[in-house]
């Protein structure tokens, strides 16, 4: 199948004067609006992410989370046997 559909065409792009008919046949994509494809879009991926942890910092969490990993430590270690 693919072999016979560029057996077809091989002579075709050979003869470049034929060329010409086949961009009269694409001119339906003039009608397309192609500002569609220009368009811009917000793909900020880790625009979540950044807002919870900046909000994380701001509020003083982070600083409670750190506080409290030091004082569980201390206590682990004072009450651990050995």
Known sequence: MVVDVFQQATPWLADI???GDFH????WHSSFDWS??????DTD???NTRTI???FVKSG???????GLVVG???RSATSYG
């Open 45 to 47: 991926v880790f625009k």
């Open 73 to 75: 430590y201390i206590l």
């Open 17 to 19: 004067s034929s060329w």
């Open 61 to 67: 969490q982070l600083w409670a989370f750190l506080g």
């Open 24 to 27: 009269q046949g694409l001119l």
């Open 36 to 41: 569609v494809l220009a368009q811009s879009f």
């Open 53 to 55: 942890l900046n909000n």
